[in-house]
């Protein structure tokens, strides 16, 4: 069998990958080229990408990629984390680093978006929950800086690196929604909102689509990856979630729900158009864009970043044996909100997991493996609340959820995850993101039938693993009575 191979770089919150996806009729493959860390930095200034560390990064994955290709790709796609960006002068230089979204900046910054433009009238226009990290609050917060009076031009993360690899710009879709900027109705800016709130939206590149051309990667780009060009980069679903989402293996006419879970878990539905009610609002459940007029309907949840940072407190301790033990560990002793803002910074997780505990009444874990027990339950909690929610407000049942992204090779998250929701857990694949980047690539030149084409070939060539739901009307009612411990 023919196979056309293509590179795919995903960048997420503690790693950047470049991955080679070998497609044929039947044939999915996926195999790393390069793997490198994303260490933010705290500066005195606040916490920062290091974007040319990532940018390096993947350089040498696209030269570890041609290594094995005899120098050539059939097409390039780069997917990351959403919401951030970076700035450009007239020259086209990078202003500054990109800011984290983890940073404090955003303090205060949806009140006084909010004084302004009332949070209702925000989601009726973008059907964006609310976070404090959207892009339209970052430039809420940036409003009067030097940095953003001398930039010419605003490229997100994924955007920026393409530019640096082909010289073109553009706002690729499914990210652009994500800052709160889209109306989610036409896949246009929403152009009002943005002049009310003094956003410059001349500042983003012309929109593109996934399966969009990109570009050609640059002479000095060829020459430094030692590549054979000319090599096209392709759009793709540039926001991860979104690559991810189009990668899971649901079969066609399947009535599924996803749960993407790595740093973050994102828990919801694909639906043909947004979900703009009020109820949909106060549930804080956003609309972001997917491939193919799709929309996402999702709630953000902490993820196993609540697990990392405690991880990274108690000296990097082996996962696999902390898991081991809080397997053992009596589950729903003590649970918290873990879509609670609260969370989202760096540092001290640990002591603010126990400050939670105590504030709702319930016993502090005291090792670890009872942190942890506490962290998993309480994931699994959050992802049931968000599929019963998106069920609810978009009048649809779903039979299975898939669970995608690397917190599916987590084997108690999984089956704790199908337990609270009662319902069958499809895990896999871990490689979502890259997958669905390298599909939609695939797609572009031909190979690729509709999304349940795409899918079915994840379903066929992907391990994936099933986990039913343990325990019966008495068990599920440990979960409502846990989730009552919490409610605000
Ligand atoms: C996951 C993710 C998520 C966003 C967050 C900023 O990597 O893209 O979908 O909400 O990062």
């Given at each position: 069998?023919?196979l056309?191979?293509?590179a795919?770089?995903?960048?997420g919150?503690?790693?950047?990958?470049?991955?080679?996806?070998?497609?044929?009729r039947?044939?999915?493959?996926?195999?790393?080229?390069?793997?490198?860390?994303?260490?933010?930095?705290h500066?005195?200034?606040?916490?920062?990408?290091?974007?040319?560390?990532?940018?390096?990064?993947?350089?040498?994955?696209?030269?570890?990629?041609g290594?094995t290709?005899?120098?050539?790709?059939?097409?390039?796609?780069?997917?990351?984390?959403?919401?951030?960006?970076g700035?450009l002068?007239?020259?086209?230089?990078?202003l500054?680093?990109?800011v984290?979204?983890?940073?404090s900046?955003?303090?205060?910054?949806?009140?006084?978006?909010?004084?302004?433009?009332?949070?209702?009238?925000?989601?009726?226009?973008?059907?964006?929950?609310?976070?404090?990290?959207?892009t339209?609050?970052?430039?809420?917060?940036?409003?009067?800086t030097p940095?953003l009076?001398?930039?010419k031009?605003?490229?997100?993360?994924p955007?920026l690196?393409?530019?640096?690899?082909?010289?073109?710009?553009?706002?690729?879709l499914?990210?652009?929604?994500?800052?709160?900027?889209?109306?989610?109705?036409t896949?246009?800016?929403?152009h009002?909102l943005?002049?009310?709130?003094g956003?410059?939206?001349?500042?983003?590149g012309?929109?593109?689509?996934?399966?969009?051309?990109?570009?050609i990667?640059?002479?000095?780009?060829?020459?430094?990856?030692?590549?054979?060009g000319?090599?096209?980069?392709?759009?793709?679903a540039?926001?991860?979630?979104?690559?991810?989402?189009?990668?899971?293996?649901?079969?066609?006419g399947?009535?599924f729900?996803y749960i993407?879970?790595?740093?973050?878990?994102?828990?919801?539905?694909?639906?043909?158009?947004?979900?703009?009610?009020?109820?949909?609002?106060a549930a804080?459940?956003?609309?972001?864009?997917?491939?193919?007029?799709t929309?996402?309907?999702?709630?953000n949840i902490m993820?196993?970043?609540?697990?990392?940072?405690?991880v990274r407190?108690?000296?990097?301790?082996?996962?696999?044996e902390?898991?081991?033990?809080?397997?053992?560990?009596?589950?729903?002793?003590?649970?918290?909100?873990?879509?609670?803002?609260?969370?989202?910074?760096?540092?001290?997780?640990?002591r603010r997991?126990a400050?939670?505990?105590?504030?709702?009444?319930q016993?502090?874990?005291?090792?670890?493996?009872?942190?942890?027990?506490?962290?998993?339950?309480?994931?699994?909690l959050?992802?049931?609340?968000?599929?019963?929610?998106?069920q609810?407000?978009?009048?649809r049942?779903?039979?299975?959820?898939h669970?995608?992204?690397g917190?599916a090779?987590?084997?108690?998250?999984c089956?704790?995850?199908?337990?609270a929701?009662g319902?069958?857990v499809v895990?896999?694949?871990a490689?979502?993101?890259?997958?669905?980047?390298?599909?939609v690539?695939a797609r572009?030149?031909?190979?690729?039938?509709?999304r349940?084409?795409?899918?079915?070939?994840?379903?066929r060539?992907q391990?994936?693993?099933?986990?039913?739901?343990?325990?019966?009307?008495?068990?599920?009612?440990?979960?409502?009575?846990?989730?009552a411990?919490?409610?605000?």
């Open positions: 069998e023919h056309t191979t293509f795919a770089v995903d960048l919150a503690s790693s950047g990958r470049v991955m080679v996806g070998r497609v044929g039947d044939t999915l493959e996926l195999t790393e080229a390069h793997r490198f860390p994303n260490r933010p930095v500066l005195p200034e606040g916490l920062r990408w290091d974007i040319l560390s990532l940018y390096a990064g993947i350089l040498d994955g696209l030269r570890a990629a290594a290709t005899d120098g050539h790709l059939a097409s390039i796609g780069v997917d990351s984390w959403a919401v951030d960006y700035l002068d007239a020259d086209g230089a990078l500054g680093n990109p984290h979204y983890r940073d900046r955003t303090d205060g910054a949806a009140e006084k978006v909010w004084s302004s433009v009332p949070a209702d009238r925000l989601y009726a226009a973008t059907g964006i929950q609310y976070a404090p990290f959207n339209l609050y970052q430039l809420t917060a940036a409003h009067g940095q009076a001398a930039a031009r605003l490229l997100l993360i955007d690196l393409t530019y640096w690899l082909t010289g073109e710009v553009g706002t690729e499914t990210n652009a929604s994500t800052t709160q900027l889209i109306d989610p109705r896949g246009g800016w929403a009002s943005a002049d009310g709130l956003i410059d939206l001349g500042l983003f012309p929109l593109r689509r996934p399966g969009d051309p990109s570009g990667l640059l002479p000095s780009v060829l020459e430094a990856t030692e590549l054979t000319p090599v096209p980069v392709t759009t793709v540039s926001h991860d979630t979104a690559s991810a989402v189009a990668a899971v293996p649901a079969a066609r399947e009535r729900a993407c879970t790595g740093t973050w878990s994102l828990a919801g539905l694909e639906l043909d158009a947004p979900v703009l009610t009020e109820d949909s609002r804080n459940f956003t609309n972001e864009l997917g491939i193919d007029g929309v996402r309907y999702l709630r993820g196993l970043w609540l697990l990392q940072e405690c407190d108690w000296g990097d301790p082996d996962v696999t902390l898991l081991h033990r809080a397997a053992a560990v009596p589950g729903l002793r003590s649970v918290v909100d873990a879509s609670d803002p609260a969370f989202l910074a760096p540092g001290g997780m640990e997991i400050a939670a505990c105590r504030a709702t009444g016993p502090v874990p005291a090792t670890p493996a009872e942190t942890t027990r506490c962290i998993l339950d309480s994931l699994a959050a992802h049931r609340a968000a599929i019963e929610d998106a609810r407000l978009a009048g049942t779903v039979d299975t959820v669970m995608v992204g917190g090779r987590n084997a108690l998250l089956q704790l995850t199908a337990d929701c319902l069958p895990a896999g694949p490689e979502a993101s890259a997958l669905g980047n390298v599909l690539q572009a030149q031909g190979l690729m039938g509709d349940s084409d795409m899918r079915a070939l994840v379903s060539t391990p994936l693993v099933r986990y039913e739901p343990r325990g019966g009307r008495a068990e599920r009612a440990d979960w409502d009575a846990a989730a411990r919490i409610a605000a």
